[in-house]
């Protein structure tokens, strides 16, 4: 048998034809002269050549030999793993969606006349019955004044028909006058009553008008710019001055669309996605632009009875408590609707997902330590985790850290996965458990 080293010619390589064994003939490596012939120490120059090839022959076996030892000996690689546990999950579905006032409030004129004077700051928030505008109050004072007028006329009337009745009601009695004559006395007091009355309501209507022309804001919150300025006469065309919006309970409009809608309904009946026990409403976490947390939660407190025809998607409003007024309206913000759960769902770190040409997989430690590409179906993100729905049991390990050079069936010394806070105190996790998610 010809002994071979790793990247080294054989030993029979390294003879030419006339150096084989056998026939009297000398055994010389290839590419070194033969001794010269002849002369008294031929035969001692043959035996140097033939012991400097045995002892060539000898080393090239324990040369491949070295390096095979020293491959065997290479240990296995470490990798921080952590152990498949199912368990319940809260989870929360993210949403764009848009302040929107719970009550927007046009201001308009009511009676025509010329704009004295804006009294409210523009963009300020102003209270139930703040004063916004001021108008004209002389020619409404002036109809004040003539109802009054008229209301005592129409009174002196009634006075003076009641004392004619007065007196015609007891000459009736002892047949003096006439039946007609009473009846038309009745009749006078009956006019002059009516006349009061209409005197009364003209002269309500002349200072409601004159009321008018004070204008206040009839609910409490922010106001927006006048459309119309100082000295403008209002009449029927240009009555709108500006408009109020309340900014405490603020709306929160978000969509969903028909695909989000039918897969909301299809994990629920099948067990993956669980909504608040006892149909409780959901709770809405607001999350302003710059990424922080809106202080106060709001209730989704309406949903469409139907889809949008334009847009195909589905309207659902939270009303949400702005006592600070930090929310505007048509601002547009995050809505995170909170209360459902995921129950014993499985989660792993995104680090530990590869994608392969076949789809999504993690590295498992098999029953022997050995390492195992394992197919896997994965669901959503969940913070730094990924939920998977398929290819995992409980009670498999999971490598997180240190598959970068593995490969399928690779012997691995598996440790337990150290979460930062571990690594800064230095604390390590128990065996058969996974961390915290």
């Known amino acids: 048998m010809t002994i071979t080293a790793l990247g080294t010619p054989s030993v029979m390589q390294l003879f030419?034809?006339?150096g084989r064994f056998g026939s009297g003939r000398s055994l010389r490596p290839a590419g070194l002269s033969p001794p010269p012939a002849g002369g008294p120490g031929r035969s001692f120059r043959r035996l140097a050549w033939q012991s400097a090839a045995i002892a060539l022959a000898a080393s090239l076996?324990?040369?491949?030999?070295?390096?095979?030892?020293?491959?065997?000996?290479?240990p296995p690689p470490a990798v921080s793993t952590i152990t498949v546990e199912p368990h319940t999950v809260p989870v929360s579905m993210d949403f764009i969606a848009q302040t929107q006032s719970s009550q927007q409030v046009e201001i308009y004129a009511r009676v025509t006349g010329f704009l004295d004077k804006r009294v409210y700051q523009e963009g300020t928030i102003v209270k139930a019955g703040d004063v916004l505008f001021k108008m004209d109050p002389k020619p409404f004072e002036v109809q004040v004044a003539a109802a009054k007028a008229a209301l005592a006329q129409q009174q002196a009337r009634l006075t003076t028909a009641e004392a004619r009745l007065n007196r015609v009601r007891p000459l009736v009695k002892l047949n003096a006058m006439a039946q007609k004559d009473l009846d038309n006395a009745t009749g006078e007091v009956q006019a002059a009553q009516a006349a009061v009355d209409q005197a009364k309501a003209n002269l309500a209507s002349a200072e409601l008008n004159l009321s008018y022309t004070t204008i206040v804001s009839p609910v409490t919150g922010i106001t927006?710019?006048?459309?119309?300025?100082?000295?403008?006469?209002i009449g029927d065309l240009n009555t709108k001055l500006t408009s109020v919006a309340v900014v405490s309970p603020m709306w929160v409009n978000y969509s969903v669309s028909q695909n989000q809608l039918l897969e909301?309904?299809?994990?629920?009946?099948?067990?993956?996605?669980r909504g608040p026990a006892g149909g409780d409403t959901h709770e809405v976490e607001i999350s302003l632009p710059d990424g922080s947390i809106y202080p106060y939660k709001g209730q989704i407190s309406f949903r469409a009875p139907s889809f949008?025809?334009?847009?195909?998607?589905?309207?659902?409003?939270a009303t949400v408590d702005n006592p600070d007024g930090l929310l505007q309206p048509n601002e547009y913000v995050?809505?995170?609707?909170?209360?459902?759960?995921?129950?014993?769902?499985?989660?792993?770190?995104?680090?530990?997902v590869r994608q392969t040409a076949k789809g999504q997989a993690v590295w498992v430690v098999d029953k022997d330590g050995k390492a195992e590409l394992r197919p896997v179906v994965v669901g959503d993100w969940h913070g730094d985790d990924w939920f998977i729905s398929q290819g995992l049991s409980p009670g498999e390990k999971v490598i997180v850290d240190g598959s970068s050079l593995?490969?399928?069936?690779?012997?691995?010394?598996a440790e337990p996965l150290q979460s930062e806070a571990q690594i800064s105190t230095g604390s390590t996790t128990a065996p058969g458990t996974s961390p915290k998610h």
């Open 16 to 18: 030419s034809r006339e």
């Open 61 to 74: 076996p324990l040369l491949g030999c070295g390096k095979e030892e020293k491959q065997a000996e290479r």
């Open 334 to 352: 995050r809505s995170r609707v909170l209360g459902f759960v995921r129950p014993e769902a499985i989660l792993v770190p995104q680090r530990a």
């Open 224 to 233: 927006s710019a006048a459309l119309q300025q100082d000295g403008t006469y």
């Open 308 to 317: 949008n025809a334009k847009t195909g998607t589905y309207l659902v409003r």
């Open 406 to 413: 593995l490969q399928p069936g690779v012997l691995v010394k």
């Open 264 to 273: 909301f309904r299809k994990q629920e009946q099948s067990g993956l996605l």
